[in-house]
């Protein structure tokens, strides 16, 4: 500070002792007069826009409707995997591709190994496979193996020893379950021949 301006301040000093004390009371003033500033203001303002005589273009557009509040809603695991999709499409269309053909390949083979086989048939309906299940007659396996075989499409042959086991298989009434005559214990046996009553279809 130099030596005139602390001249100018000690004079000040004299003539007013205590500065702050006036600096606030010019701010209290100023305060006061900015208030009925506002005051005179706004009533005029008002008395304006409750006026008849003035065009409405020159009044005040009323205030909106206050909007409703919005509530914040914290996103759920749904909507998260829903953004993370639809932002890693590639990664997505991958993971679905790999797991799609992996399912599918699943249920093929699934359904491969669950379906039975069946013989086929020739164009006029018959028969045409024909199997030979060597089993004693009397087994039930053998009884039940030959009634599904029938039932699936198949001729079955049933070799037998002694006319009551040909008999035993007769008696299930089944045209397409017959008796063979063929020792398979003896390996002497000669080739043995289907009976020739019996025609397949070519």
């Known amino acids: ?24 009371e010019v701010n209290r003033v100023a305060d006061f007069i900015d208030s009925v500033s506002d005051s005179i203001s706004a009533t005029l303002r008002e008395s304006i826009d409750a006026s008849a005589w003035l065009p409405a273009y020159l009044k005040k557009p009323p205030l909106p409707p206050p909007r409703a509040p919005v509530m914040a809603t914290s996103s759920g695991y749904f909507e998260y995997s829903r953004d ?15 797991f799609g053909t992996g399912a599918f390949l699943l249920w093929r083979r699934k359904r491969a190994n669950r379906a039975k086989r069946r013989a086929r048939r020739a164009k006029n309906g018959m028969r045409t496979e024909v199997i030979i299940l060597a089993g004693s007659p009397h087994a039930p396996l053998t009884r039940s193996l030959s009634l599904d075989l029938e039932r699936r499409g198949f001729i079955v042959y049933i070799p037998v020893n002694s006319l009551s086991e040909e008999r035993r298989i007769q008696a299930q009434g089944k045209p397409d379950i017959q008796p063979l005559h063929l020792d398979v214990t003896n390996v002497n046996t000669p080739p043995f021949v289907l009976p020739p009553k019996r025609k397949f279809a070519n």
């Open 1 to 24: 500070m130099s030596g005139h301006d602390r001249d100018l301040t000690e004079m000040l000093e004299e003539y007013v002792p205590d500065l702050s004390a006036v600096a606030n």
């Open 84 to 98: 993370w999709i639809s932002k890693n499409r590639a990664i997505t269309a991958a993971v679905v591709c790999f």
